[in-house]
């Protein structure tokens, strides 16, 4: 008996990753769990929040002092030069504009295309709905491929236009199946109502469903923004026009510069001093998420939730 | 529109010939379609959508058998069999990165399965709410940085100049240029994959600790069962289902890896330990235009991931009766 409790709590002991010695009474062996709880949860706001303290430093901070690896919580040899540089590079502007555009559109063109699948689907009289459901949920399992997806899209003639961008992610099916099972959550009643009133099926969707979903679609439309806010790998695939490209894709080719990975290449020294130009546009890039993420940060964490009930 | 409902209707009317009997198993499809036709029209788009950016793609594999010309037919020109898989079968360097790509994806699963249920249970015993909040807060904020922005930061924090390094002067070492090093690529990976990923995976697991019932804390307790125990036999066992259907989706997106991040961080200098098959494919394709070869390459990695998510779901089926679908 002894032996079995023992082993068991060893094994807790590791899942949780926190020492605890045996043999104390109860009471006294939780204070300590506590204190060392504490401690890991502090070590972990510390670290997640480390790097983003790091890089506002260097934003700030003096080239040389950098190089000398001197910058860590808070900036040396103060200056704003950096942001001055990076913010006077019109092409930095004009991809954050692009940024901008891409996602209004894309998002908007998602939604659209989800609401109407998803009212469609979550409707159990529709005949054929079985199909599809599996349209949408069979493309989950088996991924269209890379390769075959770029050939695709550079044969309709797609590349280094916005369409590139916004198509070919128009539905999330996850989102949709989302927002399918909380369409199927209102009541049937006032649908019903409102058609006796004479409401078409348009009339329905807009006047009635989508009035009292106003929540659910705030957070799909903020699950697709930062999706695609977020997303480099397609204008970087289909987009080789510097002026086309949205703000990741900027930063994206600042830091591949850095490691000589990428195409666009550079001597050590220009690697040196965009050092400081890195973190810059790191800041400038991530500043518009900070600064929602506070307000979005709910809806996301509940969409996840209903998406994992009925999904 | 007629289209895209020819084929449900076909098969409809050659399977349920019952249905004809009034009100047995619903409208006919004729029925249906003047009753719903407002509702199939808001269907038309998306399934256009899924026919032309995910069906024409999907079948877009057959260039893996296919000679492929740039410019020409997606699908091809002619047949040529297996010869692009045997090539892949044959070349050293796709083992290669095979191998490495069920490294990073084993070590992958190993930490970033676990610790966002640890961190769960760990949140779960905080009793100050505002704490309790604010630690979840900041934690779920990693995941709403583009994987740009990750590897930007990464690479800050590990240039030669970065805070990493300086902690390595510190303690008396000489600064490592880890980005150039091969052997530090894998831990550089799954720690920034954990730190970006933890804190959001403790979410299905916080709202599973939420609906068991208290009453068989009590009933432990009852029967003597301290904390340890408690978590042992109440909590693990009432976020089982959780647990199962969490590690099903990880195992599914085993051979994919965290692709974009792979693409962003390594360098030739990190190949040996960094290069995957999804980076593999990409540079074959993109980098030496060898579209057929990478297809099958893709085909191939697809197709073990679609084995690896049927064969966990059916395990888990039998075993614990947990499935996703």
């Known amino acids: 008996m002894v032996t079995v409790e023992r082993d068991s709590t060893t094994r807790a002991d590791r899942l949780l990753r926190a020492a605890r010695p045996r043999g104390i009474t109860p009471t006294r062996g939780y204070r300590v769990f506590q204190g060392v709880n504490a401690v890991i949860l502090t070590a972990v706001v510390v670290v997640t929040l480390y790097p983003f303290v790091n890089i506002v430093a260097r934003s700030f901070s003096d080239q040389t002092e950098i190089i000398a690896g001197r910058v860590n919580l808070w900036p040396r040899g103060f200056n704003l030069t950096a942001y001055r540089l990076v913010m006077s590079d019109p092409m930095f502007w004009t991809n954050y504009r692009n940024t901008v555009v891409y996602t209004v559109v894309a998002t908007a063109i998602a939604m659209v295309l989800t609401v109407c699948y998803a009212y469609v689907l979550s409707k159990p009289h529709v005949r054929g709905r079985p199909v599809l459901v599996g349209m949408a949920v069979v493309t989950m399992v088996f991924p269209p491929g890379l390769i075959p997806q770029y050939v695709l899209v550079t044969s309709l003639g797609l590349k280094n236009t916005i369409w590139a961008i916004v198509l070919p992610g128009a539905i999330n099916v996850f989102n949709l199946l989302v927002m399918k099972s909380f369409f199927e959550s209102l009541p049937v009643e006032l649908e019903e109502a409102a058609a006796v009133d004479g409401l078409n099926t348009y009339g329905v969707l807009l006047r009635i469903v989508l009035p009292l979903s106003k929540a659910m679609v705030a957070t799909m439309v903020l699950f697709y923004a930062v999706s695609f806010w977020n997303s480099w790998f397609t204008a970087f695939l289909y987009i080789d026009r510097l002026d086309l490209f949205p703000v990741t894709v900027y930063l994206r080719n600042l830091i591949a510069g850095a490691t000589g990975a990428g195409n666009m290449g550079g001597t050590s020294d220009a690697v040196q001093s965009a050092a400081t130009l890195q973190a810059v546009t790191i800041v400038l890039t991530v500043l518009p998420i900070l600064f929602v993420y506070p307000f979005i940060q709910r809806y996301f964490v509940s969409g996840v939730m209903l998406g994992a009930v009925k999904g | ?325």
Request: hydrophobic residues 50%; proline residues 5%.
């Open chain 2, 1 to 325: 529109m007629s289209t895209t409902l020819d084929r449900p209707r076909a098969s409809a009317d050659g399977t349920a010939a019952p249905a004809r009997a009034r009100r047995a198993r619903g409208p006919t499809w004729r029925r249906a379609i003047r009753r719903d036709w407002q509702l199939y029209s808001l269907a038309v788009v998306p399934l256009l959508f899924f026919v032309v950016f995910r069906y024409v793609p999907m079948l877009g594999n057959v260039i893996a058998f296919r000679r492929f010309r740039p410019g020409g037919s997606i699908f091809g020109e002619y047949w040529v069999g297996l010869r692009y898989v045997k090539m892949f079968l044959a070349d050293p360097t796709f083992w290669h990165v095979f191998t490495n790509t069920l490294v990073i994806g084993t070590l992958t699963l190993v930490f970033t399965f676990p610790l966002p249920i640890a961190l769960a249970l760990l949140l779960n015993e905080v009793r100050t709410r505002a704490v309790k909040r604010f630690v979840q807060s900041v934690s779920y904020l990693p995941h709403f940085l583009s994987i740009v922005i990750v590897a930007a930061m990464v690479m800050q924090l590990l240039s030669v100049d970065g805070s990493v390094n300086q902690l390595v002067r510190a303690a008396g070492g000489e600064a490592i240029p880890f980005l150039q090093r091969p052997e530090w690529f894998r831990s550089i990976y799954v720690s920034s994959e954990v730190w970006q990923t933890v804190g959001w995976g403790t979410i299905l697991y916080l709202a599973a600790l939420t609906t068991i019932d208290e009453n068989l804390y009590e009933a432990a307790r009852i029967d003597g069962a301290n904390r340890w125990r408690q978590t042992w036999h109440v909590t693990l066992p009432g976020i089982r289902p959780t647990m199962v259907t969490l590690l099903i989706l990880n195992i599914g997106t085993f051979m994919t890896v965290g692709f974009e991040k792979i693409l962003l961080l390594y360098n030739p200098l990190t190949y040996p330990t960094a290069d995957v098959i999804s980076t593999y494919l990409f540079r074959m394709g993109f980098e030496s235009s060898s579209f057929s070869y990478a297809a099958a390459i893709g085909l191939f990695e697809a197709l073990i991931g679609v084995t690896l998510i049927l064969t966990a779901n059916a395990i888990s089926r039998r075993t614990v009766g947990t499935s996703l679908w």
